[in-house]
Every structure is written in C-alpha cells, then in structure tokens.
C-alpha cells in the first residue's frame, strides 16, 4: 500500500546560480576514515564483497555518507544493514513546518541517499517526481541535488503503469526524463533497491575515488552512470545510448548490484566519468492567444531549464519547436578532452531533426509535433527525449536530457507541405480496450465474442474480414480456454488451494499464450490469433460510415450494452463531434458525416475512428473490450480543456499562414495569424478584436471580447 499526501506543493526558493553553470565547487576536504568492524551485515554476495574490500582497504565504506527517509519510516532501509552510514535526523523546526516529509526545498551539508513512499492521487498531481517537476523552481532544484551529491529515489505509484484514462493505468504521465533523481516502477518499498544499490556502489568506491567524487560534487552523476551502464536491459554498448538505458521510470528487477559494485571498486580518479551540462541558447517563441491558449497564470511551457534536464511543453501552434543547445560546458575532472554524443532517446526519429556544430559540443534540434509512441506493451507515452552523452576515452557519462512533452489532449496535423494544417484540443483516447499482456483472460471474452454469431451486425463485420474459418478458430480457441479459466477462478476463490491455483494458471497462461500465437486463416493470409483480432477491430474502427450506416442497429445494441451509461457515453461521444462540426443531424433525426467521402481529411478521419472505437467498445463488442470513452486524460496543471479544432488557412499565393476557423458549439469563429478574432470574416481585418482567455467550469476554457 502506497502511503498518500495532500498538499504537496511547498515552495521552493529559487537555487544560487550555478558556478558557470556547473554547479561543480571545490571544498574544504571533510572527509575523514572511520574504522568499522565490517562495512554492512548483509550476508549475501554484494555484502561479502563489499566486507572483503572494506577490510583490505580497497573499498572507502560509508563513513561519509548519510542515509534520509522521508516517509516517516513507511518504507525504511533497514536498520543496521550499513553501519557506518549516518542516518539524518530531521529537527524539531522542520518537524513542527513538516520539512522531514514528501518533498523537499533546501540541500543537505553532506553526501545523501534517500527515499520517500509517498504520492497523491493520480488525477491529484501523482507521485513526488511529477510534483518536483511541475514546480516553478522544481527541476533546478533537483538539479542542485544532482550536483550537490544527492540522490532521492521515489516511487511512480501508478504514473507509469499500462492502460488508458485510468483503465488499468494513465500511460506515461512525466512531462520530463531527468537523471537529477531515480523512480522506480511500482508503489511503496519498490525504491528500497535502489537505496540498497546506491549506497553499496558508493561504499565500493576506492577511497581516493569517493574523497575526489565527494569534494567535486560528482558522487550522483557518477553513480547514475554505473547504475544505467549496469542496467539488465543495457547489452551491448550501443545499447547506452538508446531508451533502453535511460526510461524515465526503472524497474528494480532491471538493477545488477554486482555489476555496479564491481565497477564503482575498480574505477580509479583518472577514469571518472565526465558530466554532460546543457545551456539553451536560442529557440523558438511562443506567445499566448497567438501560438497557444490558456488562461492567465497558465505553467510555463518552458518547463524546465536545468543543466541536466531541459524540458518544453509542446503547446504551440506553430509547424515546429526549434532549439540551439550548448554541452559546451560539461565536465572532465582530470582535464581530458570530452567527446560529446547525441541520441534520441524516445520518439519517432521522422519529428526530429539535430545538427551538430563545433566538434559536437552545440546542436541545432528541429522537433515536429508528434502522436504518443509505445514504450512498453500497453504503456504510452508522450515524450520526446534526446540524451547528451560526454565521454573521456575511459568511461561515458549519465546524459543531460532534453525533453518535448506533447499534450495529451492534443493532435496536430500537417498538410502535404509540413504544415500545420489542423489542431484539436479535445484528443479522444486511441485504445482499442483489448488487453495489454498475452496473460490476461480477457482474451478469451475476446475469443467468444468473435465466434458468436448471436448479434447479426458484429458476427456480419467479423465475418467480413476474416471468413467464416477465421471464425471457427477463435470459437477452437475460446472452446479450449474457457474450461480452463473456470477451473482456474474456482482454485483462486477456495481458501485452501493456493498451489493448486498457482499451477492452474501457470497452465492456462501458457495455453492462452499458444492460442494467441498460433497462425489462423485471417482473410489473404494467415495471422497469429491475436494479431488478427488486433487487427479486424482496427480496420472496423477506420470504417468512416460505421455509424450512419448501422445507426438503427447501433442505437438498440447500446441500449443493451453491459456497459454502464453505454447509451450516455455514446451520446456525448458524438455531440462533441457535432459542436466542431465533423458530425450534422438531419430534420429526421438521422446522424450524417458532415463531409462526403472524398472530402474527408486525415483530421475527419481521425475524429470518425474515436467515435468507432466507443461504438466497438460500448455497442458491438463490449464483453472483449474495456475502455474509457473520455478524451484523453491530461494533467490540469498543464493545460485546460478546450472544445474546439482549429483550422488553419493558408494563402494560395505565398503559402504564409493567414489565420485559422475556429469549430466550436455548433458554431465557427474566424482568426487572424495574430490570434485577434475576426467578426466580419477573414475579408474584414480591419476589425480584428483582441480576445482574452478564461477557465469556465462548464466548457473548459473559452474567450471574450
């Protein structure tokens, strides 16, 4: 159980400038060896080397270090398992402001690993990252922890967890990747092996190693480059420079301790990594009620601006974000030459475009707008991330990221000349609700539905696409299966059959796990069971005329529909798509696609498959197919909802952009590239009215003369 917090939002003083940016000072040396019987209790083979080395003298201990949790000791490092490292105790001051809980403002005086198991509710600003993150002065913070020796790790408790809108989970939800703190994948005591990790990699440190790390502030980005170098995902050396190294969550079953403490005891000062440090030196400009829209006091799309972690909110209306970026002071403490590598981390590489300059140390990056990509089966994500690598020749260093966040709710798109030709701040979630892992026993719900032949529209459209033996195969399959998984449920409820249970479902996974694998006949040609189902319901979501062609059928089936508030779901569905002007009802009653076939952009397209998606989910197929109807779910601190698509015009002529229509409640409203509306239209400019932009608890955000 994760233990929660309200009122998360302490105000952090803004940090000292950075020595030349560096943040890297020299101090008086502190650091003093303390004897000890044994460096920790522990009686595995990390703590028996680490004794090992600790005896002969070889490895520094952790005499200089000290230990802090900040969960009031909901998920503790156990006590004596480091007996030398100092624990910090919080003063009564800080306990009577609650300064020794949650986040932090203000650094330590010595080198700190912590903790802390705490977060919000998701919908409430979510784990302590996603806070830190979002505070005015938040990433610079972190970043003087990062240089300042200082580590905390936090869990992501349901930030980083499959699914959509809240449907088993949100996707990604980190506006920005950051290597100035570590999350680990899960809810409370999932940080504790990185603690453990940590703290025994900087207790292997060759004593002269931790003295120069410690006086130069490096202890943390030369631990982070141990911890990701060692990463079980990390396989070849190549693999350094790519996401698979440098996710902005990490799993604890990623972590090689042995690997870590091997390298940290064998890395002598001249080998010590350098550190990649970022400074922006131009980019592009965005202004509100021109190039984005949002109330007064709206989060500042330039997110953070830290030596480690730059991070922009892409919220512009404008075709592309360009950025000129400087590691031209990043640091190598023995004075090598630094050679300097960029990567994308995370992202389509077709949105992205980087030019280096001077030997590598300056970029010009080029980002495009982009759709969220899939980071891991069923995760989403909404970030582009490029990794900053500074290398001496010995080691490589942990990167500085830049990071694009793209809304959410948000979808851009371009005409054939790259330009913005469209953008719809009411993004509708794109999953089709089938399940995100081959061992969950939906896919047998999904199995039957395909085989059933009880509703003439769905087993017509399935059939269709897959024939009637694509048919008898997945009816083959769900016969199979579902002894199975009724057998299986009845172990899982008796209170004495635990390991019965457990072999149970070892037995089913690995049958549903065949089924979904094996080839079927899937129309042309054969498909994998699951890659058929994937993709029959894909093509009937891409079916533009769905609804008002079976409208009659569609409107009894989800009147029938298990699906709670199916019919109010549906309803809302499409009034949305009505008030932008996509759907227009007829004197009859009967709804129509406002464009004919031939006329319908990519945007019209797009809208028609949300509307697809809910009526798979709610009306043909809601016992294969959970999901949210709502439109994608975005953080509240970033943006406000808004019920509206722009359309943008060009001129014919020169190809400049001359302003945009506004579809919204029924109506439209022209602009001006100014972002100044038009009363009379687009031929009267000398009209034009400044409007401002207001949160309105009914519709979101709206505008007034």
Known sequence: MMATVSGLFHRISAPRAFAAWLGLFFFADAFRSVAADALTTRTDRVGKLLNEWFADGSAAGLAALQYENRDHSHSPLPVGLYPQLKIYQATEEEKAKKKDVALMDSLRDMPTIGNCSMAAGVTDGGSLPRHYELLPQGNLFLARQYLGNQLYVYPEHFDHDPGFNGVGGYGDLFVVNTPALLISQGSSFSDMPFVKALLSTAAAFPVDTQRLLISKRLLIPTLQSIFRHANRQVKTEEDYFTGTAHPPVFEGSQIDEEKMISAAHA?????????????????????????????????????????????????????????????????????????????????????????????????????????????????????????????????????????????????????????????????????????????????????????????????????????????????????????????????????????????????????????????????????????????????????????????????????????????????RQMDRLKKIGVLIETAQGKVQVAKSPDMRTPADRYYLRGLNLTLLSHALFPTALTRSPEPAFVDPRLTIPKAWRDVFLYDKESGERKGWLRYMDGKTAWFNNLGQLLPDGPASSETAQTVHYEKSAETGLSFAR
């Open 267 to 571: 890395m002598l000062p001249a080998a010590i990594p350098p550190v990649a440090l970022l400074r922006v030196l131009e980019e592009s400009t965005w202004e509100s009620g021109k190039h984005y829209f949002e109330a007064d006091n709206a989060t500042p799309y330039k997110i953070s601006d830290s030596p480690v972690s730059i991070g922009r909110i892409f919220r512009g209306n404008t075709d592309t974000y360009d950025m000129i970026v400087s590691a031209e002071k990043s640091v190598e403490v023995s004075g090598k030459p630094i050679q300097l590598r960029w990567h994308l981390l995370q992202g389509d590489p077709r949105t992205v475009r980087m030019e280096l300059g001077k030997g590598g140390s300056i970029a010009k990056i080029r980002v495009r707008w982009s759709p969220p990509s899939r980071t891991a089966p069923g995760l989403q994500s909404h970030r582009i991330d490029i990794g900053v690598f500074a290398s001496n020749g010995i080691n490589v260093s942990a990167p500085a990221i830049i990071s694009f966040f793209m809304l959410p709710n948000e979808v851009h798109f371009y005409d054939d000349k790259g330009r913005v030709s469209e953008i719809y701040y009411q993004a509708h979630n794109p999953d089709l609700g089938l399940p995100s892992t081959d061992t969950d026993p939906r896919w047998v719900d999904a199995f039957l539905a395909f085989a059933l032949k009880a509703e003439p529209i769905s087993s017509s459209l399935v059939e269709q696409l897959i024939g009637t033996k694509g048919r008898d195969a997945m009816q083959g399959a769900w016969e199979k299966l579902n002894p199975l998984l009724q057998k299986l449920k009845q172990l899982e409820a008796a209170p004495n059959a635990k390991d019965e249970a457990a072999k149970a479902r070892a037995a089913f996974e690995k049958e549903l796990a065949t089924a979904l694998s094996e080839p079927i006949p899937a129309g042309k040609q054969p498909l994998p069971r699951k890659s058929a189902i994937q993709a029959v319901f894909s093509a009937l979501a891409d079916t533009t005329d769905l609804y008002p062609q079976f409208q009659d059928q569609l409107n009894a089936l989800v009147l029938r529909s298990p699906t709670p508030d199916a019919a109010g779901d549906l309803r």
